[in-house]
């Protein structure tokens, strides 16, 4: 028995201890660390930084060098016009060595180095932005999941007050049987009402359960190894003004992206412009070579020594490749150019259509919580009428359904108020985990 109950207490104690209380800067946190978007979105920015240089940019210059080392056998049958001189032999060993170092640089090519540098930036900032961008959608889904949670353990609480009241309503009505004052459809009816109440806390637990689910989902943390705890209101910030988020659209990180797009595709429609130009390349080195062979004219053949050297390449005709690829780039570029005007345009909707549920819900929300505190108030005095034999089983249960239904029409418009708030705040580029 004392092993038994050893067991029990451990069992507890583990259950207790695998439970993680987090606050709404504790879920973002730990999103914003494992998000694999993120991830990706920062590997992006390491690879453009790591290729943005002149280097990659092909402006520096090219250090080659070369080696070549040929041993070989061959017959030799060389004829003069002194005949002592004729050689002819089998299996004559030769050997040809070359070694060389040669650098060029480019001089010239139409601009070519400048604009693939200035897009190489472009697109490091870009990447920059598309990451910020990743931030705040990152943000924005966490938020909704984790008031998603908060708003169902509200719905819980309702159903907690109904559920007392079918209690003290069953009990009052098991004192009345004693007496003789109240029949068993009343209380069958009652626990019938009770039990209904259970079977949705039941359900409601549910609903919790697969709340935190997906928000562990989201936050990148195995739902079977992890129970956590939230203990949270809704609180919402009624302070946001349509102008203001409409003034800070522009900054929006995802906007400021497809506007960069924009730039790269003008720059690339210079480096496309640039291959009809020509091209001057200065190049100097240092070469050894040497022949050697033990039979015929030539034993011995060496030469070395430094080069210089201008290397032009002038374009004259590739089929029209160079001109229809600027063609190309020229189009991509207004295609760009359309894009961040779609973009722009889909978020100065999006904005004003938030704004206008945002508005909404906050002018809902005084009659709602009105509504709500009326209920409370109608299910007291009907609970105390029915104390006194003032009411019936039927008020009670109607009264308990008007406080749910105030409870969920109110915490449905504070969590759709606060889900606005939230994408308003995205578009204005102000989330944060704090």
Known sequence: MKKLLLFVCCAVAINGFSQRKMSLTDVI??????????????????????????????????????????????????????????????????????????????????????????????IQKQNQQLLSAQIQNTIAE?????????????????????IEVSKEKLQILQVRKEVGVANNADIFQAQLDLNGSLQAKETQYLAIDLAKTDLLNLIFLKPADQKIIIEDTIIIDKSIKLDSVRNHLSSNPAVIAAEQQVHINEIIEKETAAA????????????????????????????????????????????????????????????????????????????VRTYQAYASSIDQLKLESENFKLSQQLLDLITKKFELGQATIIDVKQAQQSFENASYRLINLTYTAKIAEVELKRLESQLSNK
């Open 29 to 122: 946190n730990e999103a914003l660390k494992n998000s694999y978007d993120i991830q990706l979105a920062q590997n992006n920015i390491e690879i453009s930084t790591v290729a943005n240089t002149y280097g990659f940019a092909g402006g520096l210059p090219v250090v080659t060098g070369t080696a070549s080392d040929n041993e070989q056998v061959t017959s030799i049958n060389q004829k003069y016009a002194d005949p002592t001189r004729d050689t002819k032999k089998d299996n004559v060993a030769t050997n040809n060595l070359a070694v060389g170092v040669t650098g060029s640089i480019l001089l010239y090519n139409g601009m070519r180095v400048h604009a693939t540098k200035n897009r190489l930036e472009e």
């Open 142 to 162: 966490v938020l909704s999941k984790y008031y998603d949670v908060v708003r169902q353990q509200y719905f819980l609480r309702a159903l907690d007050r109904t």
């Open 276 to 351: 009809r130009y020509p091209s001057l390349r200065a190049s100097t080195g240092y070469n050894l070579t040497s022949a050697k062979s033990a039979a015929g004219f030539s034993l011995l053949n060496q030469s070395y020594g430094p080069f210089v050297g201008i290397n032009l390449s002038v374009p004259i005709y590739n089929g029209s490749i160079s001109k229809k690829q600027q063609q190309i780039a020229a189009i991509n570029s207004r295609s760009a150019k359309t894009n961040y005007d779609y973009l722009l345009l889909n978020y100065e909707t999006g904005a």
